[in-house]
């Protein structure tokens, strides 16, 4: 994340905290505000519902193919940070497949999925 904003001469200070786990179960939103990182590169459940990044390893956005991920029902308080994650990334992928893919593409007719 740091060499990112580097590359992109974005000014960077990183203090303990901002990186949270969503399946951690203390996460919590950035004590001192602002935006934070959600590191989703680890597992995360939600009751028996499980999500990683490495379920999916021939994944790719740029082929339009109009894959969400499933949403996990309805989180306790500890498990929220797991579902965020889970719907903001079908937010992104709904964002980007409705600016970037071709309209024939089998994205374009994707419907996104609900915010849980």
């Given at each position: 994340y740091v060499l990112a904003a580097?590359?992109?001469r974005i000014p960077t200070q990183l203090k303990h905290g901002v990186v949270q786990?969503?399946?951690f179960?203390?996460?919590?939103?950035?004590?001192?505000?602002?935006p934070?990182?959600?590191?989703y590169g680890l597992?995360?459940?939600?009751?028996?519902?499980?999500?990683?990044?490495?379920?999916?390893?021939?994944?790719?956005?740029?082929s339009c193919g109009g894959h969400f991920f499933r949403?996990?029902?309805?989180?306790?308080?500890?498990q929220a940070l797991c579902a965020e994650t889970v719907t903001l990334l079908n937010r992104a992928l709904c964002?980007?497949?409705r600016e970037q893919c071709p309209r024939d593409s089998p994205a374009a007719a994707a419907a996104c999925p609900p915010a849980q």
């Open positions: 580097a590359e992109a786990y969503s399946d179960g203390r996460a919590a939103p950035y004590a001192e505000g602002g934070a990182i959600i590191h597992h995360c459940h939600v009751e028996s519902y499980h999500f990683t990044k490495y379920d999916y390893p021939a994944f790719d956005i740029a949403p996990p029902s309805k989180p306790s308080p500890r964002s980007f497949y």
